[in-house]
């Protein structure tokens, strides 16, 4: 059955509002389940659903970008659990030649910052916490009286706590990286500092703030960080191939990603197993289960997810970008979800509830070359229809 163009109208360009710098980190997938009327083809190439007009278009973009060794990753779309698109591109090592296949694993970088903040609201619905729980309530001998009794779980997820960055990212601070072994090592890194404001007044992206709310996480369950993600999110969902893992490793289904430095091509590890801001890899069809999960109810209650994906303040609802909404904006352009950059990552995580889409591209090349991917269909349209 031929797939008609014109379902796609409800992608619009939409413009980059955050490219996140995180940390990154890891476990090939099931096959997602496909829409049974689509022309797809399972192979690791694809392309997917190739009849469809709107992505041949994408594919022919993407490939674009590939030849010209500008983008290597998966892509992968869906609309109301039936995916339409997915196909693998370029190579999983920049020095090799092997191929990226569909269950090839990647950094999820930021994005990975959406299980912590599952993993808080889990913590809500069982009553250990609530939004306006202070670090202090939870984290009793932190050091910094200033922080821990006027941070809330609210302003960490938001983004709105003062707390600032962690000291583990980029090469001047390796040495802080090899002395951490915990997420209490972590949150102890900073955990002397004040809020940079007096939380709640400012918006400053902070990956501390989620290493604290990943610790908070530990203390109220009993679990260590990376045991709690397995067994409350990724079991659940059925993500089998995601988790975390030395990003050294030189396992043949993990991506590596490059950076340049003075010309040269510079592998980039920078990441921590268990780091609550993003220290986890994924594949495209695990995210997209992920995804499924929180939509279904499976892991927090729609209610409660309601609330996490809300318009909060900009462009974040509470762990989630709540986005594209208000003048300019048609109902049918928010979005929520969660993207992710460092040097050789890229990742972007998008659903739009109005709609049903879901697109997904997890890549191992330099920001910002994967969200033109992952916007292509809104661009697509708006061209499009611009020229009838």
């Not at 916490?129 to 006027?150: E, I, M, Q």
């Not at 991506?255 to 340049?260: E, L, P, V």
């Not at 409660?304 to 989630?320: E, K, N, S, V």
């Not at 697109?359 to 991917?373: A, G, H």
């Amino acid at each position: 059955m031929t797939r008609i163009a014109p379902r796609y109208a409800t992608f619009r360009l939409i413009p980059i509002g955050f490219v996140l710098a995180a940390c990154i980190g890891i476990s090939s997938r099931p096959s997602v389940a496909a829409d049974p009327e689509s022309s797809l083809a399972q192979s690791d190439n694809g392309p997917m659903n190739s009849n469809d007009p709107v992505f041949a278009r994408l594919d022919s973009f993407t490939s674009g970008l590939t030849r010209e060794n500008k983008f290597s990753g998966v892509v992968l779309v869906a609309r109301n659990g039936h995916v339409l698109f997915e196909k693998a591109y370029g190579k999983r090592d920049a020095k090799g030649n092997d191929p990226i296949k569909l269950d090839t694993r990647f950094n999820l970088a930021s994005a990975g910052k959406m299980f912590t903040s599952v993993a808080v609201w889990q913590q809500i619905a069982a009553g250990w916490l609530s939004l306006d729980t202070h670090v202090g309530d939870v984290l009793k001998d932190y050091p910094n009286r200033s922080f821990a009794d006027t941070v809330t779980v609210r302003e960490l997820l938001s983004h709105t706590s003062g707390a600032g960055d962690d000291g583990l990212l980029g090469n001047e601070n390796a040495a802080n990286r090899a002395r951490v072994h915990s997420v209490a090592d972590m949150v102890a890194l900073e955990s002397s500092q004040p809020p940079a404001f007096p939380p709640g007044t400012n918006q400053v992206y902070s990956n501390f703030g989620f290493v604290v709310l990943g610790r908070m996480v530990e203390v109220v369950s009993g679990e260590d960080f990376q045991s709690y993600l397995r067994r409350h999110i990724f079991e659940p969902a059925g993500m089998a191939h995601t988790g975390f893992i030395d990003c050294a490793s030189t396992d043949p289904d993990l991506a590596r990603g490059y950076t340049t430095d003075d010309g040269k091509l510079v592998f980039n590890c920078e990441t921590l197993p268990g780091f609550p801001a993003g220290g986890e890899a994924s594949t495209a069809g695990d995210m997209y289960r992920f995804v499924q999960a929180l939509q279904s109810g499976k892991l927090i209650s729609p209610a409660l997810f309601a609330q996490a994906t809300q318009i909060y303040r900009m462009a974040f609802g509470l762990g989630f970008f709540a986005t594209d909404y208000g003048p300019g904006h048609l109902e049918r352009d928010f979005r929520w979800g969660h993207g992710g950059s460092a040097g050789g990552v890229c990742t972007d995580v998008r659903n739009y509830p109005h709609t049903g889409e879901t697109v997904i591209v997890l890549s191992n090349v330099n920001p910002p070359v994967c969200f033109r991917v992952s916007e292509f269909l809104h661009k697509d349209y708006a061209t499009t229809h611009q020229a009838h």
